[in-house]
């Protein structure tokens, strides 16, 4: 029962699996009428959105991301000079606990490594970040979690005007200059945000990069792990997303 009751929820009542059941039903439709390229293009579609939607096909897109950053030993990460981290997303009237505002999931535990940084050693955190969707500074609600936490006010440096990752970086070098940066944001962003950030004018051998926030489950295999799902969905949307900006970004450049 317990099977399928999984079966049920996740191809007939939510996306992406029922998306995918009803294009799989369209392309036998469209088969028996013998119109056989449309059908295996829907087949085609059907299967993709699928495997992106599995935490197998996720994971192959989001794992080469993720696994060329791990976390710095502790020695490494205390020469930073000052603590940068950069937005992820806000919930702008969503309360988190006495909090008038939130963060998106990525935002926050990526606040929850800057705050660990400053823990173990004391010194200033720059947050960055400008929420084009909310139209409110993102770094304004990561000093207010940085407060609640417990860290110093004058000891945050609040940029709140960047609306990208490339933002992020300009206008954090002209407020923190050549210091040594411990750079903090997830995983799967660390790739594009450290390209960006040597585009921007820091020198790569003072960014020490701090990834949080991995998306990828080591999980052993199992037959869950077949499921669609709108989590993975999301996570394989992710790592499209850091692909495209690294290809554009190139491309600009060239």
Not at 51 to 67: Q, Y
Not at 92 to 112: H, M, Q, S, T
Not at 145 to 160: F, M, S, T
């Amino acid at each position: 029962m317990f099977l399928l009751k999984k079966v049920i929820t996740y191809f007939l009542l939510l996306p992406p699996g029922n998306i995918v059941l009803l294009l799989t039903l369209l392309g036998l439709y469209l088969l028996l009428k013998k119109h056989k390229k449309v059908a295996y293009l829907t087949f085609a579609t059907a299967g993709l959105l699928y495997f992106i939607s599995t935490p197998i096909g996720a994971a192959l897109l989001m794992s080469p991301l993720e696994e060329k950053y791990y976390p710095p030993p502790k020695g490494e990460r205390n020469k930073c000079e000052v603590i940068a981290v950069l937005g992820g997303g806000i919930k702008l009237g969503a309360p988190f606990l006495d909090l008038p505002n939130d963060l998106n999931e990525d935002a926050f535990k990526r606040v929850i490594g800057a705050y660990k940084l400053y823990t173990e050693r004391e010194r200033p955190i720059a947050a960055s970040g400008y929420s084009v969707r909310e139209r409110y500074p993102e770094a304004a609600v990561i000093k207010d979690l940085l407060v609640y936490l417990g860290v110093k006010a004058e000891d945050i440096i609040p940029e709140g005007k960047s609306r990208d990752t490339y933002e992020n970086a300009l206008f954090l070098k002209r407020l923190v200059g050549n210091k040594t940066l411990c750079l903090v944001t997830s995983a799967y962003h660390m790739e594009r945000s450290l390209y960006l950030f040597t585009l921007a004018g820091f020198e790569r051998n003072r960014i020490v990069p701090v990834p949080v926030d991995y998306k990828v489950s080591h999980a052993p295999l199992g037959w869950f792990m077949l499921l669609p799902t709108p989590y993975w969905l999301n996570v394989s949307a992710k790592a499209l997303k850091e692909y495209f900006g690294l290809l554009f970004y190139h491309l600009k450049e060239k």
